[in-house]
């Protein structure tokens, strides 16, 4: 009678992270409250760095950032940008906008609006790749203000980048 | 007599997006734009092989579209994205969920990102399974879906 010996390995080769501690809304890590201005440049919010020895590897990337506006009429936008390498010295491989508006004048000043964006995104190695990768998550900010309705936009936590390594047939 | 080691539980992975996957990308699939009376259009496709007889599938999106209301005090605009196992109306539909943007104009554009996660369980020996990803708009006056739009299927066992 013949062994039979089956070796299923997976094809999560490898898995990386960084969130804020704690990871909460309003988190007291240092790393917030970003806040933002109409002239504000891109921040780096978090990178991570995950091995591709193999070729035919996708990495699937998740994000997710909780900021508010705080803002009568003008809305907020923030663009949320994953790059492999450094900024602009890398690869965009992938880019979104989310938007917050409004806010309730109170007794004392206004009450916000939150907003939580998350999103999935995908980078593919279709030849063997020999170094580690590096992934940063970046945001750039889109506001507009006058005197009648200054704005206030702030990054204020949670923030969650992952990064699996996934070797496809 | 069989000597097996598992070592995780991620089978297969499938994925689509545009190219690039950015907010206004220059892909040829976008701009999707959307009335009441578009009715469902399709985002994306993709079809995950499949190992086990019975998997959990996880499924995930993202979505980037921009709201074109006229004046930012009208009714927010609607819409409803829909997950098929198979094709629209002809297969079974296994995720769906709304969300709203409200704005716009010379207030300045309302763009958006919607994210959605869903586990589908497949008790059926099927070699490949096929999921399509769907949008529908109502109660509105224009949403366009700008990117990015990325659709990923995961196959993990039970």
Known sequence: MSQLLQCIFGKLLDFAFDVLRPNVTNSDSPRVPIRFTSSSEEKILSSITVDVHEKNTAVWLFGTIGFLVNTVIFPGSLTFNIWRGKPYKGQLIFSTTDTAQGGRETSIGFDPTFRNTSFTATDFFKNKHCNKVTYYLTVTSQLTSDPEDPIDVRLIGPITFLAGTIQNK | ?158
């Open chain 2, 1 to 158: 007599m069989s000597l097996q080691f598992d070592f995780d539980k991620l089978r297969n992975f499938a994925y689509d997006t545009l190219k690039p996957n950015i907010s206004d990308s220059t892909d040829s699939r976008v701009p999707i734009h959307l009335t009441s009376t578009t009715g469902e259009k399709l985002l994306s496709t993709i079809t995950l092989p499949l190992e086990n007889q019975k998997a959990a599938v996880w499924l995930s999106a993202t979505i980037g579209f921009r709201v074109n209301s006229p004046v930012p005090s009208q009714p927010p605009s609607a819409m409803r994205f829909r997950i098929w196992r198979g094709q629209p109306d002809t297969g079974t539909l296994v995720y769906s969920t709304t969300d709203s943007g409200q704005g716009g104009d010379s207030f300045g554009s309302v763009s958006r990102t919607t994210n959605l996660n869903h586990i589908d369980i497949i008790k059926t020996p099927c070699k490949s399974v096929t999921y399509t990803l769907t949008v529908e708009a109502f109660d509105i006056v224009s949403i366009s879906i700008i990117g990015p739009i990325t659709f990923t299927a995961a196959e993990i066992e039970l």
